[in-house]
């Protein structure tokens, strides 16, 4: 059914993009959960390292995969042929940033030695960070590919390569980690090899799927290919204040998690399981707000503001409504979602981590109704191109709101893991406003990435400028 708000055409669009990111959440948790049966080292190390790493991933991976605003603009303007071109440009830009990153390995030891954690978790980390250095050029390739498909709303394609990438990474998970199938016991070494296993998984199925010809012709893949500074130039332009946001919001948690660490193994195991299990929540509202961004694109191409407007304020309801009821959850009943990290943990061990972990979802069941306004009303005003002012908002209320704060009163010994948790919250509340405030402005609706159609032979600047 339709509905009169298009509520039938987002749900269709969202669905498999909420299952998607559901599915990448279960494969985090998956993950979590095998390390805290491996030790509490084990899963005190992999949230550090793995944010660390996804600080970097995510410059990438939001860059590349900024490739859907454009095909989401093309696809609403009717110029499917134009979206190719966009495509290789993203490709390439993935490419430069896995060798790009590669020497960061030669980095490492020093990085981690020197954050203060326990030598047992800092070596650990190490050793998780150095192996994930491999999927950054999977990673992105996919969610260059991934953001094409999204873009002409393809969703269900989407859905499929990420339950495969999934599958594939929890059934390696179990056997590289504890040693099953024939493979070594690996610990926590095998949990990244798997991971990088399984972003390559991705990058094959998508690109298998971009072979038919129907595809390559009517979306411009076989004349589009070869570098274009031109579009590549305009891809960046757009695109990289979108990845450096992700890596600006990843690198303000890591910092973050960074400093917990100094409240000792138990504080910081805590508070990586009430961040996971803070997936619960999360990764689902990323599915709606990459259905937000993604039908903004769509009805700003075909020059309905008006449309793109009523969709995101749907969407912002529907993600509500789930998120309260997630929310309640926390707050009513934290030890079903505390029990299988404490499965086959040693109860002794686990159990000030169970109670601290309850206390901190307390915090995460707060924030989590200004995050649902952060996600959509943010994504919404990127979908139209409007990358910077999110960039810089989320920088100054990190830093000025959380990291400082953080930093300055864990320094001084002034402050316990509360306040610490209690600054996280009001940064992420306030991001929930002024995204809310951004999006209420209008100003996005004037906003375009793609170039005003050849008329005449002439050729026109690259767009991205009001119209």
Known sequence: MRGRDGTGEILRLAFPLILSHGSWMIQQIVD???LSWVSPEAVAAAMPAGMMNWTIVSLFTGTAGYVSAFAAQYHGANRDGEIGPVVWQGLAFSLAAGICVLPLVLLSPRIFSGIGHPPEVAALERLYFDILLFGVFPAAASSALGGFFSG???????????FASTLSNVALDYAMIFGKWGFPAMGIGG??????ISQCVSLAAYAGLCLPRSVRDRCGFGRGRGFKPALFGRLLRFGFPNGFHYCLETSGFTLFLVIVGRFGTTALAATNIAFNINNL??????????????????????????????DTRAIFRMTFVYMALVAAGFVLLPGLFIAPYGFRSDPVRFAPVAALTADLLKFVAFYSLFDTANIVFSAAVKGAGDTRFVMWTSFGLSWGLMVLPSYIGSRSGSVSLYWMWAFATLYISALGLAFTARFLRGGWKRMRVIEPPVKAGVETEAAGIPH
Do not use: H, N, W
Request: glycine share 10%.
């Open 152 to 162: 002409l709303g393809r969703t269900s394609i989407v859905m499929a390569v990420t």
């Open 281 to 310: 929540a999360f990764m689902p509202m990323i599915g709606f707000g990459a259905a937000a961004s993604i039908r903004v694109g769509q009805k700003l191409g075909e020059e309905r503001p008006d449309l793109a407007e009523r």
């Open 191 to 196: 949990a990244a090899a798997a991971t990088v």
């Open 32 to 34: 979590r959960v095998f």
